[in-house]
């Protein structure tokens, strides 16, 4: 079947950027591999990443985990939400460990699974998952792989970062576990304080920039493309698209290609995005449709339909130009687009 969306994804590219990380952290980096590997493919993404030494992986869900299929020796995978009482069975099959996150779900993993490892969550300032550090009592005998915790501002210059480095490292001195992880991407951009035995960084392997200390350094990864449906020209003083909000001034020449926000490329984009021929730059004119949208294209007299461009999507400028994060950006291309791996 013709698809004629393509998202393309640079192993080679997914890899350098996971070897900076690591680098960088001075400590093994894992991966998050959760939401479909942030859009992209997490069996693709783990199975590139654990070819380059990657042992440690992140999803959300069971269900997630079980998407996978069987886990490559040597590979650990953790389940960041821990089992619902609905996964339990599937928990018990699964090889992957689970991060508990309340003291209920390690109550009930004690029962269902006594002296079987997992993972904990432990809260140190987000208020989002995990045990309270006063609840850390009921940890007592647990057999725990990795400890965590989760930094909540760790984009920003934020006091509360400090903060969370002095609550987890008084935690990893207090509770025993084979080994601690608190940084994300951008934790690890922190330094190498923030880096205990283990980082968890997503956003940054697809390309993302958490913070300036990555910018030249983490490289795209994900190029999306899409195809000119027509040509047309938009004759001066008239307009074009939903709410008429652009107007041309001149005779204006037009591709529509077929991408909308059906597959993420969401109204925000609406005369702030722009397309590629090349090196030309082809301006998103007036707004994004659910299946198509309008460029200009008075620069790129070839262009025809069924001819591919590519849509600016490097993740900070895209962010910048849609108001939209770049972990939005990655995790809404929908299922219209051909996911290819290339090297
Ligand atoms: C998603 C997630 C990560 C990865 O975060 P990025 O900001 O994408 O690097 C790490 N740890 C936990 C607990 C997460 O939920």
Known sequence: MHRSLRLSVERQALIANWRWLQDRAGVPAGAAIKANGYGLGAHEAMTALARAGCRDFFVSTYAEAEELGPLAEGLSLAVLHGPQPADHAVALASVARPVLNSVEQVARWREIAPGRACDVMVDTGMNRLGLRVGETGALAGLTIDTLHSHLACADEDSPVNLRQLEAFSDLATAISAKRYSLANSAGICLGRDFSFDLVRPGLALYGGIPRSEAGGQIVQVAR????????????????????????????????????????????????????????????????????????????????????????????????????????????????????????
Request: aromatic share 8%; hydrophobic share 35%.
């Open 224 to 343: 999306v493309e899409a195809q000119v449906v027509q040509r047309r020209t938009i004759r001066a003083g008239e307009s074009c698209g939903y709410g008429c909000t652009f107007t041309a001034e001149t005779d204006t020449q037009a591709a529509i290609i077929n991408v909308g926000y059906a597959d993420g490329y969401l109204r925000g984009f609406s005369s702030r995005g722009e397309a590629l021929a090349g090196e030309r730059k082809l301006p998103v004119l007036g707004r994004v449709s659910m299946d198509l949208t309008a460029v200009g294209c008075d620069s790129a007299p070839e262009l025809k339909e069924g001819d591919w461009v590519e849509l600016n999507y490097d993740l900070l400028s895209a962010a910048a130009a849609s108001g939209l994060s770049q972990y939005e950006l990655l995790t809404s291309l929908g299922s219209r687009f051909e996911r290819r791996w290339t090297n």
